[in-house]
Nanobody, 110 residues
Framework: VQLQASGGGLAQSGESLRLSCEAR????????MGWFRQGPGKQRELVAS???????NYGDSVKARFFISRDNSKNTAYLQMNFLKPEDTGVYYC?????WGQGTLVTVSS
């Protein structure tokens, strides 16, 4: 499975950004999808994940600010990031099962 990530970029504190991750596969993708991130000098951490049955899991630092969804007809997951904080800055890596997409840089300025 190849993953095509998009979105991200630069935002100011309090603003919103949206990430997308499309899994290019021959047929439906039933694996969990989501994102990890790695901030400067930090370890990689789970941001959010979603199963094919819409079961969601969030990292503690993003709960109630970030929202993950997926469109199974498009094999695509979305991460809506609201009320961004400078500590959300980092490279966001989408995953589908054991496949990883290229990192997407998110920079939040104060």
């Amino acid at each position: 499975v190849q993953l095509q990530a998009s979105g991200g970029g630069l935002a100011q504190s309090g603003e919103s950004l949206r990430l997308s991750c499309e899994a290019r596969a021959n047929g439906p993708v039933w694996s969990a999808m989501g994102w990890f991130r790695q901030g400067p000098g930090k370890q990689r951490e789970l941001v959010a994940s979603i199963s094919s049955r819409d079961e969601k899991n969030y990292g503690d630092s993003v709960k109630a600010r970030f929202f993950i969804s997926r469109d199974n007809s498009k094999n695509t997951a979305y991460l809506q990031m609201n009320f961004l904080k400078p500590e959300d800055t980092g490279v966001y890596y989408c995953f589908v099962g054991n496949s990883w997409g290229q990192g997407t840089l998110v920079t939040v300025s104060s």
